[in-house]
């Protein structure tokens, strides 16, 4: 196997700065696609049938369409509507946002249909406001029961995150790639860069189970 890291062992401190990149685009986009997953899940079972429906077009559009389309469109495709360039790092952080919203509203929705109708129809035989009852009483129960599939799109958003390459951003992808360029060596970076990759997604499913166990605990 012609497999040489002596290259490439300098440059891992410059490929480990990627990390940094990559995490703040997961986690502002995961925040952002979390805010826009739980209002599109909310209109999808709100009795408003004009906001059903947009919800609905809109999953259907991003989960229809790659995420790298996505990405260029709004990357490129912004500043020629509204004159305004954008960084690489706001352009990823919205167009993971908006497709993370997608993937997670229909997850929330599940979890909300999921709750026990008995619990619905006592609070709005109580009286309690509709606002309160979906913030006090059905959402916790929701992301109680629907954490390990929240995890997993998380991890889904870590991992895709590599293709933020395409528009420049400094990611461990893109600067792994630089390095195998100056080397002329590719392999060597790509697997340090795929084994960072695997050590975020491992850290985050450790987070994911930690977080199940507490839940359960407080049942």
């Given at each position: 196997?012609?497999?040489?890291?002596s290259?490439?062992?300098?440059?891992?401190?410059?490929?480990?700065k990627?990390?940094?990149v990559?995490?703040?685009?997961?986690?502002?986009?995961?925040?952002?696609?979390?805010?826009?997953?739980?209002?599109?899940?909310?209109?999808?079972?709100?009795?408003?049938?004009?906001?059903?429906?947009?919800?609905?077009?809109?999953?259907?559009?991003?989960?229809?369409?790659?995420?790298?389309?996505?990405?260029?469109?709004?990357?490129?495709?912004?500043?020629?509507?509204?004159?305004?360039?954008?960084?690489?790092?706001?352009?990823?952080v919205?167009?993971f946002?908006?497709?993370?919203?997608?993937y997670?509203s229909?997850?929330?929705?599940?979890?909300?249909?999921?709750?026990?109708?008995?619990?619905?129809?006592?609070?709005?035989?109580?009286?309690?406001?509709?606002?309160?009852?979906?913030?006090?009483?059905?959402?916790?129960?929701?992301?109680?029961?629907?954490?390990?599939?929240?995890?997993?799109?998380?991890?889904?958003?870590?991992?895709?995150?590599?293709?933020?390459?395409?528009?420049?951003?400094?990611?461990?992808?893109?600067?792994?790639?630089?390095?195998?360029?100056?080397?002329?060596?590719?392999?060597?970076?790509?697997?340090?860069?795929?084994?960072?990759?695997?050590?975020?997604?491992?850290?985050?499913?450790?987070?994911?189970?930690?977080?199940?166990?507490?839940?359960?605990?407080?049942?």
């Amino acid at each position: 196997m012609n497999l040489d890291f002596s290259q490439i062992v300098p440059s891992i401190p410059y490929i480990l700065k990627g990390t940094a990149v990559t995490l703040k685009i997961v986690v502002f986009a995961a925040l952002l696609g979390f805010v826009l997953g739980v209002i599109l899940a909310l209109m999808k079972i709100g009795r408003i049938k004009v906001l059903a429906w947009f919800a609905d077009a809109y999953t259907s559009v991003f989960r229809g369409t790659p995420l790298v389309l996505q990405l260029v469109l709004i990357y490129f495709g912004i500043p020629q509507l509204i004159g305004v360039d954008i960084g690489a790092f706001p352009s990823a952080v919205i167009a993971f946002g908006l497709n993370s919203a997608a993937y997670v509203s229909e997850i929330i929705r599940a979890g909300i249909l999921a709750v026990d109708k008995g619990q619905r129809e006592a609070a709005l035989a109580l009286g309690v406001p509709y606002k309160l009852m979906m913030r006090d009483i059905i959402l916790p129960q929701a992301l109680k029961n629907i954490l390990p599939a929240l995890m997993n799109e998380l991890i889904t958003l870590t991992k895709e995150s590599a293709v933020v390459t395409v528009i420049g951003a400094l990611d461990v992808m893109r600067r792994a790639y630089i390095v195998g360029g100056q080397a002329y060596r590719y392999i060597e970076p790509l697997l340090i860069a795929g084994c960072i990759y695997y050590v975020l997604v491992m850290l985050l499913t450790l987070l994911g189970k930690a977080l199940e166990g507490r839940l359960r605990k407080s049942d």
